[in-house]
């Protein structure tokens, strides 16, 4: 395939860029947190969003690559923030499970922090599913030693898929994202409201934080205010941006 050949030149050309969506801490409504997202600038496609091409890398391999990328951008990013106004954000990357098979992944993020002396704490793991479930025992190793580093971890997309309870025993997760599905009619859909409710309480029992993404209204951030979720991501805060844009937004808004 022909996207998968550019794919080889893409990270030797530097056209991968990181854009990122803030987070909305619902209790200091204050941003300080924003979701990593990649872009592939192609010189001859324009903007490609990650759904077209991150599997395509995962099948490749060359994941592997990509992911060493978006540490690396990101705590470059957490760098130049860190004496400006900008000094408590964090940043949050998203893991798939291939990303995970690479041994010298925690290796790499613990170098990556190093090199541009950025805090552990100010770095998030999102993780998605199968790295609980596919090669759970060296998963969990893998994870628990990115924790004792200082680093969060957050289960993206909870709720759908098979969303173990067994998760939040087993791995030691910081924050627990509630899938968009559940956000979307919320403030219609009764079920949606109890599930969403009976989350974030189980969740804060288990002393761990609760984000919803997808939030695009008003009712809709005001609702989980009343459920006291912790944190909201979504359009009505922001699209992904670019960090300049982030810095103006968060500048003329603070
Ligand atoms: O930004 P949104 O537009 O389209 O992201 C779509 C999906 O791509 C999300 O599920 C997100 O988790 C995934 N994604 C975005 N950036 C990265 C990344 O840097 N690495 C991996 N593995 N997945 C990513
Ligand atoms: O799977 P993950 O949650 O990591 O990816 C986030 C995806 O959700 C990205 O594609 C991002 O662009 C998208 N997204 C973020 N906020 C909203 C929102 O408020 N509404 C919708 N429809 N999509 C969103
Ligand atoms: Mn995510
Ligand atoms: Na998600």
């Known amino acids: 395939l022909e996207l998968d050949k550019d794919l080889a030149?893409?990270?030797?050309?530097?056209?991968?860029?990181?854009?990122?969506?803030?987070?909305?801490?619902?209790?200091?409504?204050?941003?300080?947190s924003a979701e990593a997202l990649i872009?592939?600038?192609h010189p001859q496609r324009?903007?490609?969003?990650?759904?077209?091409?991150?599997?395509?890398?995962?099948?490749?391999g060359r994941i592997t690559?990509?992911?060493?990328?978006?540490?690396?951008?990101?705590?470059?990013?957490?760098?130049?923030?860190?004496?400006?106004p900008l000094s408590r954000m964090k940043i949050a990357i998203n893991l798939s499970g291939r990303e995970l098979d690479n041994e010298?992944?925690?290796?790499?993020?613990?170098?990556?922090?190093?090199?541009?002396q950025v805090d552990a704490?100010?770095?998030?793991?999102?993780?998605?599913?199968?790295?609980?479930?596919?090669?759970?025992?060296?998963?969990?190793?893998?994870?628990?030693?990115?924790h004792d580093l200082g680093v969060l971890l957050a289960i993206d997309d909870f709720g759908v898929g098979y969303s173990?309870?067994?998760?939040?025993?087993?791995?030691?997760?910081?924050?627990?994202?509630?899938?968009?599905?559940?956000?979307t009619n919320i403030t219609e859909c009764p079920d949606d409201a109890i599930i969403t409710r009976a989350v974030t309480n189980l969740a804060h029992n288990l002393g761990v934080k609760v984000v919803a993404e997808g939030v695009e209204t008003e009712e809709q951030l005001e609702f989980l205010k009343n459920l006291n979720c912790d944190v909201v991501?979504?359009?009505?805060?922001?699209?992904?941006v670019e960090a300049t844009q982030l810095e103006i937004l968060l500048r003329d808004n603070p």
């Open 9 to 32: 030149t893409a990270l030797e050309q530097d056209q991968f860029v990181l854009h990122l969506q803030p987070q909305l801490d619902l209790n200091t409504m204050e941003v300080n």
């Open 104 to 116: 010298d992944l925690v290796d790499h993020i613990q170098r990556a922090l190093t090199l541009f």
């Open 233 to 240: 991501q979504g359009y009505l805060i922001s699209r992904p």
């Open 164 to 183: 173990s309870l067994a998760y939040l025993r087993d791995f030691p997760v910081d924050l627990l994202k509630i899938d968009r599905s559940f956000i």
């Open 65 to 84: 690559d990509i992911g060493r990328w978006v540490v690396m951008a990101a705590c470059r990013q957490l760098a130049a923030w860190r004496d400006g």
């Open 46 to 60: 324009g903007l490609i969003p990650p759904f077209e091409f991150i599997p395509l890398a995962e099948e490749s």
């Open 121 to 146: 704490s100010r770095l998030e793991v999102e993780l998605t599913e199968e790295i609980f479930i596919q090669n759970i025992e060296r998963n969990r190793n893998q994870l628990k030693r990115l």
């Open 39 to 41: 872009r592939w600038q």
